[in-house]
């Protein structure tokens, strides 16, 4: 058993595993209807428990999609409905139940902790669907969108993000580390990634390259990564923030200081960080992106219930 909490804590050899996993799955579906279970069933009878504490669209479809596909089912709870929710329940005795009910837990969270504390009391894997510090099942999809794309490892291209120092940008940031590839950081002075993320870098003896021009940022990239100014339940003067992110929208303009052959992915939902001529060009590959999410978590929840080959 494996959980899958942050792509940092995870070796790169188990990584690219999940991906050739991920790859192999999705070119053997392509005549399959959505809820058609993959030969084998390897994860048949097994019931995968979601949590979240936040809103969800595709984290929730997609791992739904993925469990099913593997043979499995899965069951969604709202934080509110349970007894933890409202204190009236022990976060360990919470977690005992859902390991006796359940197989694996999705949780997302507006607190890091409680990954760590449910991580504690299970016996059974928990995924990260979306933390303050971590979105690592979204970047780890978007490493496969980008080569399933560009035909070549991800150790040969060069990424820019383009926004805010984020839970997304984090998870990429390992990714970088992880995979090996050139990530150039564009986000205004003041919004640079916190220090324990360039820290963790550093000890890992890799660099990320960190600008506040966003035409310096893309320069030579070949794939433009983007999310919301304003994440969710994030505590900000709103306005004030928007306003110093004024600078870093990805247009047409700031896209043509990319490779020609550029292409722009975005986890969505999507704020106004992005215009509209952009999102719906033909560089624009977020519906690829999302419907990828797939395919690659039912590779790690493989990987989390020790079925990866
Ligand atoms: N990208 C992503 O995680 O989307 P949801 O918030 O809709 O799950
Ligand atoms: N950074 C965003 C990602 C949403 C999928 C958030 O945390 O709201």
Redesign the pocket.
């Known amino acids: 058993m494996k959980h899958f909490i942050n792509l940092k804590d995870i070796s790169s050899k188990d990584l690219r595993k999940i991906l050739v996993d991920a790859k192999k799955r999705k070119n053997k579906r392509k005549k399959l209807n959505t809820l058609e279970v993959d030969k084998g069933a390897p994860l048949r009878g097994k019931l995968l428990i979601q949590m979240f504490e936040?809103?969800?669209?595709?984290?929730?479809l997609s791992f739904y999609l993925a469990i099913k596909q593997l043979g499995g089912g899965t069951l969604t709870l709202r934080s509110n409905e349970l007894h933890l929710g409202e204190g009236g329940e022990t976060l360990e005795d919470t977690a005992k139940i859902l390991s006796t009910y359940g197989d694996g837990f999705m949780l997302?969270t507006d607190k890091d902790e409680k990954i760590e504390k449910f991580k504690k009391y299970l016996s059974i894997p928990i995924i990260n669907?979306?933390s303050p510090s971590s979105?690592a099942s979204?970047v780890l999809s978007d490493i496969f969108t980008v080569e399933e794309i560009k035909k070549k490892p991800i150790s040969r291209l060069n990424i820019a993000w383009i926004g805010d120092s984020n839970n997304v940008l984090n998870s990429l940031i390992a990714a970088s580390v992880k995979f090996n590839f050139k990530l150039n950081i564009g986000c205004p002075r003041n919004y640079k990634p916190k220090k324990f993320v360039l820290d963790w870098v550093k000890k890992n003896k890799k660099k990320v390259y960190i600008f506040n021009y966003a035409k310096k940022a893309v320069s030579n990239c070949d794939v433009i990564f983007s999310d919301k100014v304003i994440s969710?339940n994030d505590k900000v003067n709103k306005r004030k923030k928007l306003s110093d992110f004024k600078k870093f929208k990805i247009t047409e303009n700031l896209i043509s200081h990319a490779k020609k052959d550029c292409i722009f992915l975005h986890?969505?939902?999507r704020g106004s960080e992005v215009d509209e001529k952009v999102f719906f060009s033909n560089k624009s590959k977020v519906w690829q992106q999302?419907l990828n999410?797939v395919h690659v978590q039912k590779s790690i929840l493989l990987y989390c219930f020790g079925k990866l080959g």
Do not use: M, N
Not at 54 to 60: A, G, H, V
């Open positions: 936040k809103s969800s669209l595709r984290t929730r997302r669907g979306l979105h979204q969710l986890c969505l939902p999302a999410r």
